[in-house]
Nanobody, 123 residues
Framework: QVQLVESGGGLVQAGDSLRLSCAAS????????MGWFRQALGKEREIVAA????????YYADSVKGRFAISRDNAKNTVYLQMNSLKPEDTAVYYC????????????????WGQGTQVTVSS
């Protein structure tokens, strides 16, 4: 069991950067694989990035490779998504997710979700 709270979203211009944060409750954060998903208006939720418990393994969707970076600080119970060179097509609600299983292969059904934070990129 874990509660997740995202922050850091906002309105930016194309080419700008944002860093999203996801603060997790509980004392077992280091036991969870963490991921970021997004859902744009009219589209299905999709995985953006994921990171293993020990940060040794990461996954990125092809659409964000080279622009986004996922990281975590287990001591702070926090996972981050650094988003650079943002594009209008990155506009979506971004969700933090947690699961003890590998989020990069289980699909869009992790056990725990945050409430989401809106990212809007203008052209």
């Amino acid at each position: 069991q874990v509660q997740l709270v995202e922050s850091g979203g906002g309105l930016v211009q194309a080419g700008d950067s944002l860093r999203l944060s996801c603060a997790a409750s509980g004392r077992t954060f280091s036991s969870y694989y963490m991921g970021w998903f997004r859902q744009a208006l009219g589209k299905e939720r999709e995985i953006v990035a994921a990171i293993s418990q020990d940060s040794r393994n990461t996954y990125y969707a092809d659409s964000v490779k080279g622009r986004f970076a996922i990281s975590r600080d287990n001591a702070k119970n926090t996972v981050y998504l650094q988003m650079n060179s943002l594009k209008p097509e990155d506009t979506a609600v971004y969700y933090c997710a947690a699961d003890r299983r590998r989020i990069d292969i289980i699909g869009t059904s992790p056990d725990y979700w945050g409430q989401g934070t809106q990212v809007t990129v203008s052209s």
